[in-house]
């Protein structure tokens, strides 16, 4: 079993005609969706709105395969983030936070012997209290030998303070079993100019991977994927699509590694330090061949597996 560990919130997405309409999202979220839809054996750890939106949200992951026993319930709304896209269809998010259900989270205790693998990231380890619960589940998972999966997805307008948070994100990385950050988040915590040629990254990657992690995935846009492990890197190109908007790409990424892995027998730190260069190669070509399907669609909208097959 794989848990997801994280926020759920409601996307507000510019439409043609100039209005907003509201998708079902979150980092986490979509990452437990992608997961369950590439039929892994998926569980959602989250506080979850009892209003319509949480009800929605919750319709969802059932849809996609996904469990909610570890779902918890209350009555403070739904977080929302509105959207705003560029040109190229990459995306701008501002929130509306305060009081929200999803910070809320109480720890659930440790996990059954059953899970492998825990994911954690975006909003859930930046917005207290949430964010110190979701913190112990790491330490505590890490500790028992459970694969830790983080992606930080940054959203720096909700970082008050950017020194602490680095300095906890460096706390996180000997926990941390497989990392997996955009070029551009790597650049923002590593304090790189936003133009640093990725060779910068690369040795700002290699810092972070002898800090703990067996493997640090790069997602690097419209150039595709790259892995940095003991023996270098691997690289692979992106799969051609036609981007409609990259809501959920990253956590497409995330999810379909997830799934990669357990369909392969690789969950657990150790395995992902054996992979050899042509898995890696096989891993990175399926997640970026779902985040393309994702980005073809509007909003976060992960494939199923018969439609990964089918490409």
């Not at 969802?60 to 705003?84: F, I, M, W």
């Not at 269809?89 to 259900?101: D, H, I, N, P, Q």
């Not at 493997?215 to 409609?244: N, S, W």
């Amino acid at each position: 079993m794989i848990v997801v560990a994280g926020e759920a919130l409601v996307d507000l997405v510019p439409t043609p005609e100039g209005t907003l309409a509201p998708r079902l999202g979150g980092g986490p979220y979509n990452v437990a969706v992608a997961a369950g839809r590439l039929e892994a054996p998926v569980s959602f750890l989250s506080r979850v709105s009892t209003d319509l939106f949480g009800d929605r949200l919750l319709e969802r992951l059932h849809a996609s395969n996904v469990r909610t026993d570890l779902v918890q319930r209350g009555p403070e709304p739904t977080t929302l983030a509105v959207v705003g896209l560029a040109e190229d269809g990459s995306a701008r998010y501002s929130f509306y936070v305060e009081g929200t259900a999803d910070r809320q989270v109480t720890d659930p205790g440790p996990l059954p012997d059953t899970v492998r693998a825990v994911s954690f990231g975006t909003l859930s380890l930046v917005l207290e209290p949430g964010a110190s619960t979701y913190e112990r589940v790491l330490w505590r998972e890490s500790e028992r030998g459970a694969l830790t999966v983080l992606d930080p997805n940054i959203r720096a307008g909700l970082i008050r303070d950017p020194l602490a948070y680095r300095d906890r994100y460096d706390s996180w990385l000997p926990h941390v079993g497989l990392l997996k950050v955009s070029v551009d988040d790597a650049r923002w915590l590593a304090e790189l100019p936003e133009d640093a040629p990725e060779d910068d990254v690369l040795d700002v990657a290699r810092d972070w991977l002898a800090a703990g992690p067996a493997a640090v995935v790069l997602t690097r846009g419209g150039d595709g994927l790259a892995v940095l492990t003991a023996d270098g890197v691997i690289r692979v190109p992106p799969t051609p699509v036609t981007v409609v908007d990259t809501i959920g790409a990253g956590d497409t990424v995330q999810g379909a590694l997830l799934a990669w892995l357990h369909h392969h027998d690789a969950l657990s730190t150790e395995a992902v330090r054996g992979l050899d260069n042509g898995k890696w190669a096989a891993a990175l070509s399926y997640a970026g061949a779902a985040a393309a399907i994702t980005c073809s669609r509007a909003g976060a909208e992960p494939p199923f597996k018969r439609e990964l097959e089918m490409t």
